[in-house]
Protein backbone atom coordinates (compact mmCIF):
# COMPACT_ATOMS: atom_id res chain seq x y z
CA UNK A 1 0.00 0.00 0.00
CA UNK A 2 1.24 3.41 -0.85
CA UNK A 3 2.07 6.28 1.77
CA UNK A 4 0.92 9.28 -1.01
CA UNK A 5 -1.99 10.79 0.27
CA UNK A 6 -5.10 10.40 -1.68
CA UNK A 7 -4.78 13.49 -3.63
CA UNK A 8 -1.16 13.32 -4.75
CA UNK A 9 -1.03 14.02 -8.57
CA UNK A 10 -5.02 14.69 -8.70
CA UNK A 11 -4.32 18.89 -8.99
CA UNK A 12 -1.70 20.69 -11.26
CA UNK A 13 0.63 22.43 -9.13
CA UNK A 14 -0.51 25.68 -7.27
CA UNK A 15 0.62 28.52 -4.86
CA UNK A 16 -2.31 29.49 -3.15
CA UNK A 17 -6.08 29.25 -3.63
CA UNK A 18 -9.01 31.16 -4.60
CA UNK A 19 -12.46 32.20 -3.94
CA UNK A 20 -15.10 31.91 -5.84
CA UNK A 21 -18.60 32.46 -5.37
CA UNK A 22 -21.24 29.36 -7.11
CA UNK A 23 -25.00 30.07 -6.21
CA UNK A 24 -24.03 32.44 -3.52
CA UNK A 25 -21.77 29.73 -1.56
CA UNK A 26 -18.58 30.99 -1.38
CA UNK A 27 -15.64 27.78 -2.16
CA UNK A 28 -11.85 27.96 -1.79
CA UNK A 29 -10.02 26.11 -4.46
CA UNK A 30 -6.47 25.66 -6.09
CA UNK A 31 -5.81 28.82 -8.29
CA UNK A 32 -4.17 27.06 -11.62
CA UNK A 33 -7.38 24.21 -11.83
CA UNK A 34 -10.27 23.51 -13.44
CA UNK A 35 -13.61 24.24 -11.70
CA UNK A 36 -14.28 20.76 -11.57
CA UNK A 37 -11.07 19.56 -9.73
CA UNK A 38 -12.10 22.66 -7.25
CA UNK A 39 -15.22 21.12 -6.68
CA UNK A 40 -13.54 18.15 -5.86
CA UNK A 41 -11.05 20.03 -3.28
CA UNK A 42 -14.13 21.49 -1.66
CA UNK A 43 -15.76 18.55 -1.65
CA UNK A 44 -13.97 15.57 -2.13
CA UNK A 45 -16.48 12.61 -1.13
CA UNK A 46 -19.76 14.17 -3.22
CA UNK A 47 -17.60 14.49 -6.26
CA UNK A 48 -15.98 11.06 -6.13
CA UNK A 49 -19.23 9.45 -6.30
CA UNK A 50 -20.61 12.02 -8.83
CA UNK A 51 -21.35 11.31 -12.89
CA UNK A 52 -18.41 12.78 -14.18
CA UNK A 53 -16.12 11.86 -17.52
CA UNK A 54 -14.11 14.67 -16.77
CA UNK A 55 -12.77 15.44 -20.36
CA UNK A 56 -15.75 17.01 -22.19
CA UNK A 57 -18.21 14.84 -23.28
CA UNK A 58 -20.91 14.20 -20.60
CA UNK A 59 -21.68 17.41 -20.13
CA UNK A 60 -22.94 17.01 -16.41
CA UNK A 61 -20.93 19.89 -15.66
CA UNK A 62 -22.22 22.78 -17.29
CA UNK A 63 -21.87 26.45 -15.45
CA UNK A 64 -23.20 29.82 -16.21
CA UNK A 65 -20.93 32.31 -15.33
CA UNK A 66 -21.49 36.03 -14.49
CA UNK A 67 -19.25 38.69 -16.51
CA UNK A 68 -19.99 42.05 -16.38
CA UNK A 69 -21.57 41.96 -20.25
CA UNK A 70 -23.62 39.22 -19.60
CA UNK A 71 -23.54 35.29 -18.81
CA UNK A 72 -21.79 32.35 -20.36
CA UNK A 73 -21.99 28.39 -20.43
CA UNK A 74 -18.78 26.62 -19.80
CA UNK A 75 -17.76 22.80 -18.74
CA UNK A 76 -16.41 23.39 -15.25
CA UNK A 77 -13.91 20.23 -16.11
CA UNK A 78 -12.75 22.68 -18.97
CA UNK A 79 -12.88 25.89 -17.44
CA UNK A 80 -9.92 27.22 -14.73
CA UNK A 81 -11.06 28.55 -11.76
CA UNK A 82 -10.09 32.30 -11.18
CA UNK A 83 -10.00 34.80 -8.37
CA UNK A 84 -13.37 36.45 -7.69
CA UNK A 85 -15.46 33.93 -10.12
CA UNK A 86 -19.02 34.20 -10.16
CA UNK A 87 -21.23 31.13 -11.07
CA UNK A 88 -25.45 31.74 -11.47
CA UNK A 89 -26.52 28.07 -12.02
CA UNK A 90 -24.90 24.75 -12.02
CA UNK A 91 -25.81 21.47 -13.97
CA UNK A 92 -28.25 19.21 -11.44
CA UNK A 93 -25.43 16.74 -10.93
CA UNK A 94 -23.11 19.67 -9.70
CA UNK A 95 -26.15 21.02 -7.74
CA UNK A 96 -26.89 18.05 -5.97
CA UNK A 97 -23.18 17.02 -5.41
CA UNK A 98 -22.78 20.30 -3.98
CA UNK A 99 -25.18 20.75 -2.24
CA UNK A 100 -26.79 23.94 -3.70
CA UNK A 101 -30.11 24.83 -3.73
CA UNK A 102 -31.62 25.38 -6.81
CA UNK A 103 -31.84 29.20 -8.59
CA UNK A 104 -35.20 30.93 -8.00
S1 LIG B 1 -17.32 16.18 -16.57
FE1 LIG B 1 -18.16 15.48 -18.42
S2 LIG B 1 -18.23 17.25 -19.62
FE2 LIG B 1 -17.29 17.93 -17.78
Redesign the pocket.
Known amino acids: MSDAPWNEGLFNRFERLVEITVCGVRFSMPENNNL?RGFQYAKADALMRGN???????????VWIDHPEGKSKG????TEAVSDMTISAVSDDLRIDLMLNRAE
Do not use: E
Not at 52 to 62: E, P, V
Not at 75 to 78: E, I, K
Open positions: LYCWNGDCINCILACR
